[in-house]
């Protein structure tokens, strides 16, 4: 029988080869199982519930020709199999028992395939309830932390809410002490220009009356205790504008911080209340790698403290200050007060003095007075003696002129020529005694006239230091501030 093609030699007429596996490299369902799962990554899907469809759909895969086998590498030409393209006699590849043994891999695989993803599927359910309930619980400790961090948010913006209206109510009465210690400061200049003005009146006094009596020595006392006193209230003044500096400092450092407080704590209640379902949340990318913090629980919390213990320390100063601006009110007006009460106990004292000097000039110039009165009275006395006694004179000068004209013997010096001689010179010493009597009057007189015109200068000098104390002094003492303008109340 002639064949057509290429002469073939029956496949039993020849030695089998051994296979050098179990099954060909040529067979297209090794490759096809033992590339059962896809090269690329599982989707999505196989983490939901079990589906047939959903395995098929993954598990299909089209069959591709297996790599060259190295074992047919060492085959020459005619041991490998002819490819025949028109065969006329019955070829086959596999035995019987190839092919139920393939059967039963396909079984085994499959099984094995099944129960893998069998438990595949039990571990997948049991790790979305795990991580479902772990999703869960981790959002409620969120929620809960967000929770607790609003109270403690709601806490410390109590504590700087009442720490802010404590330091306000300070302020104000820091504020209004200020100003009370501003009026009474104001108040010291009316004393203290009253107290020059009567040193400058005192330096109008004339003659012995510039005395630096006790007066003037309390006057330059209390101007050195107005002065004293102003200077201690304007170094309590500059201390309470430092204060009230220091005191809104810390109050603007409470209200932005309260102020950051309030927008912390409006968010983080927004961020506690958001749900699963609520409106507005959405995916940020990124977002958990930036870490925009600055500060840590502990940090934050110390923040707060600090700046209210700031401002208990602040408020503790301007508490202190106020009550020493007080104390020095009421040392400063009870300072200025005794010291012009001793001002004016002097003042009284003086002018008492000074008025009963004058008095007692007074009575000595109308003793005076009446002294020269007097005297020129005796002047006029003596004068109308010294003249009384010129008759008598004349008599007895005549009578001896006359008794010079007798005759001879008659010229006697008998005993009325003696008696008129004796006349003559008794009227002569007694004119003589007049005369000194008149010109002693006359000093006298002149001494009386010298001491009334030095008592009436005296008298015009004590009046002048009684007007200057009593009118213009004490008249501009009267208007001293009360106690209660000097601690600088209006």
């Given amino acids: 029988m002639e064949l057509v093609g290429s002469t073939l030699t029956a496949t039993y007429a020849h030695p089998r080869p051994t296979p050098t596996n179990f099954l060909p490299a040529i067979s297209t369902m090794a490759s096809s199982y033992k590339n059962r799962f896809p090269h690329y990554s599982l989707t999505h899907s196989l983490s ?3 589906r047939p469809s959903t395995y098929y759909k993954v598990a299909a895969i ?15 030409q005619s041991k490998m199999l002819p490819f025949v393209s028109n065969r006329t006699a019955l070829f086959t590849r596999y035995t019987p028992d190839d092919w139920y043994r393939s059967n039963l891999t396909n079984y085994k695989e499959s099984e094995t395939s099944r129960h893998s993803a069998e438990r595949l599927r039990v571990d997948t359910s049991r790790m979305i309830q795990d991580k479902n309930q772990q999703t869960r619980k981790t959002q409620t400790d969120t929620t809960k932390n967000l929770g607790e961090r609003v109270n403690d948010i709601a806490f410390w ?17 820091l504020t209004d002490m200020k100003k009370r210690l501003e009026r009474a400061l104001a108040e010291t200049e009316g004393p203290l220009q009253v107290a020059q003005e009567c040193l400058l009146h005192r330096e109008k006094r004339m003659g012995i009356d510039l005395v630096h009596d006790d007066v003037e020595k309390q006057l330059l006392t209390e101007v050195d205790v107005i002065k004293s006193c102003q200077e201690r209230m304007k170094r309590h003044l500059d201390k309470a504008i430092a204060q009230l500096a220091s005191d809104r400092a810390a109050q603007h450092e409470l209200e932005k911080d309260l102020s950051d407080k309030q927008t912390a704590h409006r968010i983080d209640d927004k961020c506690h209340h958001l749900r ?23 940090s934050w919390a110390k923040f707060t403290d600090d700046n209210i213990l700031r401002s208990q320390s602040e408020r503790a100063a ?22 012009f ?20 000039i007074q009575t000595h110039l109308a003793k005076t007075l009446q002294e020269i009165f007097q005297t020129e009275m005796t002047i006029a006395a003596i004068r109308k003696a010294i003249r009384d006694k010129g008759p008598p004179l004349k008599v007895a000068h005549t009578r001896l002129d006359e008794r010079t004209r007798r005759p001879n013997m008659e010229l006697c010096r008998d005993s009325p020529q003696l008696r008129l001689v004796n006349e003559v010179h008794e009227i002569d010493d007694t004119i003589q005694s007049l005369q000194q009597r008149l010109r002693d009057a006359e000093d006298t007189l002149q001494m009386l006239v010298h001491t009334k015109s030095n008592l009436e200068h005296d008298l015009a000098v ?18 001293f501030p009360n106690t ?7």
């Avoid at 913006?157 to 009465?173: F, P, Q, R, V």
């Avoid at 209660?484 to 209006?490: D, E, P, Q, S, T």
């Fill in 48 to 50: 939901l519930p079990w």
């Fill in 62 to 76: 089209t069959p591709t020709l297996a790599p060259f086998s190295k074992s047919s590498q060492g085959l020459t």
């Fill in 157 to 173: 913006k109590s504590e700087l809410n009442h720490e802010i209206d404590e330091m306000i109510g300070e302020t104000n009465a």
């Fill in 276 to 298: 699963n379902t609520s409106d507005g949340i959405s995916y940020y990318r990124g977002v958990e790698r930036v870490d925009a913090t600055i500060s840590v629980p502990e």
């Fill in 318 to 339: 301007s508490s202190k200050l106020r009550d020493d601006i007080e104390n020095l009110l009421v040392v400063t007006a009870n300072e200025m007060w005794n010291q």
């Fill in 341 to 360: 009460n001793r001002g004016n106990v002097a003042f009284t004292n003086r002018i008492s003095e000074t008025a009963d000097a004058k008095n007692k």
């Fill in 462 to 479: 004590k009046a002048n230091s009684l007007f200057i104390d009593q009118e213009k002094c004490m008249g501009m003492r009267k208007t």
């Fill in 484 to 490: 209660l303008r000097l601690v600088g109340y209006a």
